[in-house]
Nanobody, 126 residues
Framework: QVQLVESGGGMVQPGGSLRLSCTAS????????IGWFRQAPGKEREAVSC????????YYADSVKGRFTISRDNARNTVYLQMNSLKPEDTGVYYC???????????????????WGQGTQVTVSA
């Protein structure tokens, strides 16, 4: 059974950091492009960061560039999203998604992906 599970969310003060994890079961994550997306209350889901299949080429939304880092740990079948210098506008439910497409990372963030996790809540508040 193909499954993605996110973890690592929580509440943090502005300027703080969190590391989200996206762990796969039922398939090898390195064979898939991975995207992190978020949805704030009352807003549409938006792409945050994506990483290309079998490569470390990445894409970041302008709003998180320089603050967030996406990375793979193939030994753990996990993709991480390190989030630093968090702002209140980073608040939302964060989802990871996977797709076997070989397209470059920027396109991964713009396409409809096959598999989705259940999401993890991130709240940035003083």
């Amino acid at each position: 059974q193909v499954q993605l599970v996110e973890s690592g969310g929580g509440m943090v003060q502005p300027g703080g950091s969190l590391r989200l994890s996206c762990t796969a079961s039922g398939f090898t994550l390195d064979n898939y492009a991975i995207g992190w997306f978020r949805q704030a209350p009352g807003k549409e889901r938006e792409a945050v960061s994506c990483i290309r299949r079998r490569e470390d080429t990445t894409y970041y939304a302008d709003s998180v560039k320089g603050r967030f880092t996406i990375s793979r740990d193939n030994a753990r079948n996990t993709v991480y999203l390190q989030m630093n210098s968090l702002k209140p506008e980073d608040t939302g439910v964060y989802y990871c998604a996977a797709d076997p497409s070989p397209v470059r990372a920027e396109l991964v963030c713009k396409m409809r992906l096959d598999y989705w996790g259940q999401g993890t809540q991130v709240t940035v508040s003083a």
